[in-house]
């Protein structure tokens, strides 16, 4: 069985260096699509000038972000040292945005740490002229263990608008069957039952969702060396909620690459950008991948291995306090 995973990169100083050579873009650069026009660049997301070269004269109908949960260029800051860093990448966000967007966040409530900076952020949101449409919580299949407390098995997405945009509620339909049975309601003389006047036999997902497995090491969408990588499925569930074929999704963390991978499957435009050129570089890569294989990662493999195929092994460092 092959076996040659990617130690995680923020851990690992040394896989950095052997990294870097390997990577397209510096700070600075976009790599543009010949193909499809997505975009990937390697900017700070709280530069505005940056992230208005990137965008060029394009607005986006959706924004998916996934900060960092309690860091900031992987070190640990303060709940305000965060929020403030927050009210910057959220402003070249909405900036980059048309005036009927929808704005989706994903972000962590740390039950360590008097849950931030969840709480905070939804405080920062207030500042901001949109509305908050739901809370959406994503129940993952694993969590962290404990012995002393409920284990924490979740992942808390926000969901604002501003103006009003579409939302598509057929994105919303799962595959899980529906087993309740009730609400018994007169219709034409005759006591009927919610099941009996469904026109569907499966579930809506509502705003807690427990049909999308998180990613781990056996899923073919794996890119190891990454560290917060959302599901494809959870991603690609937003993207057809809340826009068109051809509407553009922007990503300001791009990372593993999964909204510019869920955006190429749904025949909408991305424009993605990471500060750090690795991360775009995987980002391309699967894009690439994907297109010249029908693979949605590598599984037990990782993106370089054209360059390093054989193991690659590290003296990790001491592991840095996060919420991932």
């Known amino acids: 069985m092959h076996n040659n995973p990617l130690p995680r990169i923020d851990e690992n100083p040394d896989i950095r260096t052997l990294l870097l050579p390997h990577c ?5 650069e976009i790599w543009v699509d010949p193909i499809t026009g997505h975009r990937v660049a390697c900017i700070d997301a ?10 060029e004269k394009n607005r986006a109908k959706v924004a998916i972000q996934d900060p960092p949960y309690n860091l900031i260029a992987f070190e640990t800051r303060g709940s305000q040292d965060y929020i403030d860093w927050a009210r910057k990448w959220v402003t070249t966000s909405l900036n980059a945005m048309e005036k009927d967007a929808s704005f989706f966040v994903w972000l962590g409530a740390d039950q360590r740490d008097h849950f ?8 920062l949101m207030r500042e901001f002229p949109v509305q908050a449409r739901s809370y959406i919580t994503v129940r993952n299949q694993r969590g962290y263990g404990t012995q002393k407390n409920w284990m924490a098995v979740r992942q808390e997405l926000l969901y604002y608008v501003q103006g009003s945009p579409p939302f598509h509620v057929e994105a919303e339909y799962t595959d899980i069957p529906k087993v309740l049975r009730g609400y018994y309601k007169e219709i034409g003389g005759e006591r009927t039952e919610n099941m009996e006047r469904s026109k569907r036999d499966t579930i809506r997902a509502g705003n807690v969702w427990v049909d999308i497995q998180q990613v781990f090491y056996r899923l073919e969408e794996n890119v190891s060396g990454c560290y917060a990588q959302k599901p494809l499925k959870s991603i690609d569930r937003i993207i057809r909620s809340s826009s068109d074929y051809g509407d553009l999704i922007i990503d300001f963390f791009a990372h593993s690459g999964t909204t510019l991978l869920a955006a190429e499957i749904a025949r909408r435009r991305c424009f993605t950008t990471d500060i750090d050129p690795i991360y775009c570089e995987i980002a391309i890569r699967r894009l690439e991948h994907f297109r010249a294989t029908g693979r949605t990662g590598w599984q037990n ?9 054989a193991p690659i092994e590290s003296e990790k460092p001491p592991i840095q306090a996060s919420l991932f």
């Open 301 to 309: 493999g990782h993106a370089f291995e054209a360059e390093l195929p």
């Open 116 to 123: 931030q900076p969840l709480p905070d952020f939804m405080l």
């Open 46 to 55: 709280t530069d505005a000038c940056a992230t208005a070269e990137l965008m």
């Open 24 to 28: 397209r873009l510096k700070q600075g």
